[in-house]
């Protein structure tokens, strides 16, 4: 497509419950970023992928937080057993070429745990 | 650690003002750095920055990079209401990220 979709667009969850978040990285777009943005202050890396590799996930939360991007499927970011500090809108971002170029940026999905 | 620091933090002026938002950075191996301006939702692209002394102009818009003194800044020029926003810089270095900074949040009261 000719822009990153995120979906679902609203999560409400409670806390220990699962979260599933979903991203259509631009079509030709090599590199897929997940971050996280709490109350509108720094965005936070997570991870990153080349096509369906892990390329940095430095960022990344070890104990409840994965990631995925699978051939000829949206990417995923999933959190098992959420926690109230979780909330947050989850932007996913790609980049055509190099990891250093421009980031184009979905909507964000908006993560409220209660 | 990388680091990136924009300032002021805040800034509230009046339509018509020029403003300048700042961007520095405590990133190795810098690649590139690219400005957003983020309203409602996603954040939209404004410029990207990878060569010392070399003004990129968008309208109103423009900026500027300094490597041997690690900063960058964002000049507004006759501001106006549709310009309250925050800036965002982000820092590319030869890793596999890019590091944000906490971003300025500018308001242009009418």
């Known amino acids: 497509g000719e822009e990153v979709a995120q979906t679902p667009k609203h999560l409400v969850r409670g806390e220990g419950q699962k979260a599933k978040l979903y991203c259509a990285p631009i079509?030709?777009?090599?590199?897929v970023f997940w971050y996280q943005q709490v109350l509108k202050n720094e965005f936070k890396f997570l991870i990153s992928f080349q096509n369906e590799n892990v390329f940095d996930e430095t960022g990344m939360p070890k104990e409840r937080f994965s990631a995925k991007c699978l051939p000829n499927s949206p990417c995923s970011l999933e959190i098992q057993a959420t926690k109230l500090e979780d909330s947050a809108v989850y932007f996913c971002a790609s980049s055509q070429q190099s990891h250093t170029g421009e980031l184009f940026f979905g909507e964000g999905s908006r993560l409220t745990v209660l | 650690e990388d680091k990136v620091v924009q300032s002021p933090l805040s800034l509230v002026v009046h339509e018509g003002d020029t403003v300048t938002l700042n961007c520095s950075y405590e990133v190795t191996n810098f690649r590139s750095l690219l400005w957003y301006k983020q309203e409602k939702k996603a954040p939209t692209f404004l410029f990207m920055l990878?060569?010392?002394?070399i003004e990129k102009k968008s309208g109103r818009l423009s900026s500027i990079l300094d490597k041997k003194e690690l900063f960058s800044i964002l000049n507004i020029t006759a501001t106006q209401t549709g310009d309250s926003a925050i800036y965002l810089c982000?820092?590319?270095?030869?890793?596999?990220?890019?590091?944000f900074g906490p971003g300025t949040r500018l308001s242009v009261l009418p």
């Open positions: 990878t060569s010392s002394g």
């Open positions: 982000a820092w590319g270095n030869y890793g596999q990220n890019f590091v």
């Open positions: 079509k030709g777009h090599s590199y």
